[in-house]
């Protein structure tokens, strides 16, 4: 079962929720990002979203896997949206359990440190006055592309 997925709809995150069920688990923490209004002073009318899908999916299942060994996790998931996006929806969604509370907040706080740095997802913002701007993930991993570029941009993910 996969335990990070990208997703071109807007999902329920109840089921999520429910896969991490476990009798061991004494903490369940969740981070849910979503599109909001602004960024760096300027109003935001939505966002989309591209991935590097086989890239995007085996790097995300990298980092799972990492927070699962580094925090004693007893299950991850997480699930991050493509395409369209308008203000308000959610984009991210993070969900861990583990025995204890500490474990469980600085896993997800990992996992969506790791995701935004390493998995090539890029965000293109829309603009209220007009325009739009790619962002992307950091440079970690040379195979993403150059920042300020983004997909049709000249920019090759595979490197």
Avoid at 68 to 86: I, K, P, S
Wanted: glycine share 12%.
């Amino acid at each position: 079962m996969k335990h990070f997925r990208l997703s071109d709809t807007p999902f329920d995150i109840a089921p999520l929720r429910d896969a991490l069920d476990d009798a061991r688990a004494g903490a369940f923490a969740a981070f849910e990002g979503r599109v909001r209004n602004h960024n760096d002073g300027r109003a935001v009318d939505g966002l989309h979203y591209e991935a590097y899908m086989a890239l995007a999916e085996a790097e995300g299942e990298r980092v799972l896997a990492e927070a699962c060994e580094r925090f004693d996790l007893l299950g991850a998931r997480c699930v991050h949206r493509t395409g369209d996006l308008g203000i308000g929806d959610l984009a991210v969604w993070v969900g861990v359990t583990a025995a204890h509370r500490d474990a469980a907040f600085a896993a997800c706080r990992y996992i969506i440190d790791e995701v935004k740095a390493r998995v090539p997802i890029w965000k293109r913002e829309r603009y209220a006055g007009g325009g739009e701007d790619w962002q992307h993930p950091s440079q970690a991993d040379p195979r993403i592309g150059q920042a300020g570029t983004g997909p049709g941009k000249g920019d090759d993910p595979a490197g």
